[in-house]
């Protein structure tokens, strides 16, 4: 393959953030006295990876976007947490933090150490 002088993503996994979604989510449903999980799964998708790509004449990752969380939420829902629908898929997108906010709002609750993560 060739090396590029700057950053160019060069490999796109479809649906790869849904599949792992989906595995979080089942483990997520798994009874709490084997593995203590709640029923909700931190998703760390941010806007800045939602952002629209007026070239592409889509987004960069549009399962980044809050619209495309919600609807995989909705679906787990109704897929297999129909007595419940206890589960909720958190991403910092959801409440429309981009990298730079995000960023800005840890180092807020955290200070110095966000340069440990």
């Avoid at 989906?22 to 760390?44: D, M």
């Avoid at 990876?49 to 889509?58: I, K, M, P, V």
Wanted: aromatic letters at 12%; a negative charge.
């Amino acid at each position: 393959m060739r090396v590029e002088e700057s950053y160019t993503p060069s490999v796109v996994v479809p649906i790869r953030n849904l599949v792992m979604l989906s595995i979080a989510s089942a483990y997520a449903y798994t009874p709490r006295e084997l593995t203590g999980a709640k029923t909700f799964v931190i998703y760390g998708a941010q806007l800045s990876d939602a952002s629209y790509n007026l070239d592409l004449r889509d987004f960069n990752y549009p399962d980044c976007t809050p619209e495309c969380i919600l609807s995989v939420e909705a679906a787990i829902r109704m897929c297999h947490f129909r007595r419940t629908r206890d589960i909720e898929i958190w991403a910092p997108s959801r409440e429309g933090f981009t990298k730079p906010e995000l960023l800005r709002k840890c180092y807020e609750l955290i200070g110095d150490l966000i340069y440990e993560t």
